[in-house]
C-alpha cells in the first residue's frame, strides 16, 4: 500500500507566459510566482486557474489583500458556495474567519482530521481559498493528498469494484468529536460545541446530520480526471451496504489516500493564500501551537453535484 507516485502523475509545471509555478512535490502542490491577486490580469487568472487543477493546490506568498479583495479574487472562480459552518465577517457574508485564540485549550482545531470540504451538503464546494492573516511560529501546518492520483494507483479490479458505489458523507461523527473535545466559544467548531447543551438540535443541523450520497469515484468537469471521493471526516456509509461491510471499504480508502507518497506540505506565513479543488484533493490542519494564535480567512466556491 505503500507507493511512489512516479509514471502515475506528472506535478512538472506547465509551460507558462503570464505566471511562474514551482513545483513543491512530486505528488501534487505548487508555489504560483509574480502575481498579485489584487492586479491579477485575465492571461494570468487563465493561467493560474490551469495551474491549480494541474497541480492541486497552489499558493501565492506576500499578498495584501482585504476581505473586499478576498471575495472578489473568489468569485472569478464562479459564484460563492454555501458556508456549512460560519455566518462570515461583518460586511462580507462569504468571507469566513478560522480563528484559534492563544488560550484556547481544545483538544481538536477547525479542520483537523483528513476531509474534503463540506461533503455532506448536495452540492459541495468546488474551490476553497484561504488566506493567513496570523499564524504560530511553528505548527499549523496544512497537509494535502492527491485523491486523483490515489484512484490512478488502484488496481483495475478494485476500480471496478467501487466504480458503482454511493458514499453517505454525514456531519454526525464530527459534530460528536467536538461536543466532547471542544472549549464552547465564538468560533465555528466552538460553536458546534455549545450544541452539546441543546435540548433539539437546529433543523439546518439536523440536515447537515442526514447528509448526502455522493458516488465514491468522481470525474472532475472540467479535466475529466477520475477521483477517489472519500475521507475520515465525513464518509460513514456507502448506499445499500450494512456498516459492517462498508467500514473496511471506507477505512481501506480513507488510508489509502493519505499515504505520504501522494502528499504536499505547506508552511503558512502572514500573506500566504493557498487554494485547492476540492473534487481533486482532501487536506487536514494540524492542532500543534498551543499557546499561540492562528487567523485565518476562507471563502468557498460553488460546486455542482458529484457526478
Given at each position: ?63 495584501r ?6 471575495e ?30 492563544a ?21 459541495p ?30 488496481s483495475?479490479?478494485?476500480?471496478a ?5 454511493k ?6 461523527d ?9 472549549q ?15 435540548e433539539?438540535l ?23 480526471e477520475?477521483?477517489?471521493?472519500v ?14 461491510e ?26 500566504t ?26 471563502t ?8
Amino acid at each position: 500500500m505503500r507507493l511512489h507516485p512516479t509514471g502515475k502523475f506528472d506535478n512538472h509545471a506547465a509551460k507558462y507566459r503570464h505566471i511562474e509555478v514551482q513545483p513543491i512535490a512530486a505528488a501534487m502542490g505548487a508555489e504560483v510566482l509574480g502575481v498579485d491577486v489584487t492586479r491579477i490580469t485575465d492571461e494570468q487568472f487563465a493561467e493560474l486557474r490551469h495551474a491549480l487543477f494541474r497541480h492541486k493546490m497552489i499558493f501565492l506568498r506576500d499578498q495584501r489583500i482585504t476581505h473586499g479583495d478576498h471575495e472578489a479574487f473568489s468569485l472569478r472562480f464562479g459564484p460563492f458556495a454555501e458556508d456549512a459552518y460560519t455566518q462570515g465577517v461583518p460586511g462580507h457574508r462569504n468571507v469566513q474567519p478560522l480563528i484559534k485564540e492563544a488560550d484556547d485549550p481544545s483538544k481538536m482545531v477547525f479542520g483537523e482530521g483528513w476531509h474534503t470540504d463540506s461533503p455532506f451538503l448536495p452540492e459541495p464546494p468546488a474551490i476553497t481559498i484561504l488566506y493567513a492573516v496570523e499564524v504560530p511560529p511553528f505548527g499549523g501546518d496544512t497537509i494535502w493528498a492527491n485523491s486523483a492520483l490515489a484512484y490512478a494507483t488502484l488496481s483495475d479490479t478494485y476500480k471496478a469494484m467501487i466504480q458503482n458505489l454511493k458514499v453517505h458523507f454525514s456531519m454526525r461523527d464530527v459534530l460528536r468529536a467536538a461536543q466532547e473535545a471542544v472549549q464552547v466559544s465564538d468560533s465555528p467548531i466552538g460553536r458546534l460545541a455549545a450544541t452539546r447543551y441543546a435540548e433539539k438540535l437546529p433543523e439546518d443541523l439536523q440536515r447537515k446530520i442526514r447528509g448526502s450520497f455522493h458516488p465514491l469515484v468522481r470525474t472532475h468537469p472540467v479535466t475529466g480526471e477520475k477521483a477517489l471521493f472519500v475521507d475520515s471526516a465525513y464518509a460513514i456509509g456507502i448506499e445499500g451496504m450494512t456498516e459492517e461491510e462498508s467500514a473496511p471499504i471506507l477505512k481501506f480508502l480513507a488510508d489509502y489516500v493519505t499515504q505520504s507518497a501522494f502528499t504536499c506540505r505547506l508552511r503558512w506565513y502572514p500573506g500566504t493564500l493557498a487554494m485547492w479543488d476540492n473534487r481533486l484533493c482532501v487536506h487536514q490542519a494540524y492542532n500543534d501551537y498551543h499557546g499561540y494564535r492562528r487567523e485565518l480567512y476562507r471563502t468557498t466556491v460553488k460546486g455542482e453535484k458529484p457526478s
